[in-house]
């Protein structure tokens, strides 16, 4: 191979593994397009060029929500003793499509309510697949088994617990301390029993409908989004692709705003403190995986950074 061809190929091999990471080299923080509503101020983050995004392998891939609608996978129980199988789910493919799940993503229903441990694709196959999974209702373990369906995420402080400890014992705690700061009722420790309180959900939908109609009058070149509270970030998601970004918002938005109902106080964090956040995850790779060894998560499918998750930080 002669120089010239061994330069071209380097060259290439090396913007390939650019646009694969989820840093400056392919993002820009919106910071001018920043939207705040009540105790929630969301910043966008943007693919530059205005494209979709590489996504490398991730054509195919299709996230949970929109499998469980459409009918392309399938969850059940991996057995019926609790002791045993608490801990997994099983699931299993119905089409040609890979299907994307969150690491604190819920799948409600079964014996009691699950939350996804990490992130992972789930290629086509004929076979039984397996998903570790947490519980998020401690009172309850049903001898029927109820139909699965999407939960939704959980909020920061959940997400944080999950990622940071994932023990048992600490997650119902987390969502214990949750039902009694909202006073929500319930008869099983379930974490989306805030979802029937009928004031919180008023109070939610509010949020809910001002920051997606602010994403709906933007441009579709955003996968991800760092949000605020107070003098807190309290958490950043980032994606390969627009589409799974887009088909993951409402969710994520549930989920932030939750947070901020319990928890939230007014924007009060400047600009600068921000920014600094933002440096630290985003400057470039061997930064951001320092930074996310202590503050989050990096999912990759082989040299493709799929998804990038913050969690809460106290004011900088």
Known sequence: ????????????????????????????????????????KIIPIRRKGGGPGPGAGLADVVPLNQALSQGLVSVSER?????ENVHWLRINTHSDKSVYIAGGEIVAGGRQDRMVVRDTILRPS??????????????RWSDKEKKFG?????????????????????????????????????????YLSRNLDKKYVSGSDDYFRYFLDKFKRSDSTIVGFVAISGDK????????????????????????????MLFGKPV??????????????????PSQTEFCRKNGKI???????????????ESM
């Open 126 to 139: 004929a076979k039984d697949q397996y998903v570790p999974v947490m519980c998020v209702e401690e009172g």
């Open 299 to 313: 999912f990759r499918e082989g040299t493709q950074v799929v998804h990038v998750n913050t969690f809460l930080k």
């Open 150 to 190: 999407y939960g939704g995420y959980g909020n920061a402080h959940l997400r944080k617990t999950l990622d940071s400890t994932p023990n048992q014992v600490l997650i119902w705690r987390e969502i214990d301390k949750q039902l009694q700061s909202g006073a929500f009722k319930n008869n099983t420790q379930a």
């Open 268 to 285: 009060s964090m400047k600009d600068a403190l921000i920014r600094r956040y933002m440096d630290k995850l985003l400057k470039d790779e």
């Open 233 to 260: 970030v309290i958490g950043s998601d980032i994606f390969a692709t627009r589409d799974l970004f887009y088909h993951q918002l409402e969710p994520l938005l549930h989920s932030y705003i939750d947070d901020v």
């Open 1 to 40: 191979m002669n120089v010239k061809c061994f330069l071209t190929l380097l060259l290439g091999c090396s913007l390939v593994s650019a646009s694969a990471q989820l840093t400056y080299e392919t993002l820009y923080v919106d910071y001018d397009s920043a939207w705040t509503f009540k105790n929630l």
């Open 79 to 83: 057995g019926t003793t609790s002791f």
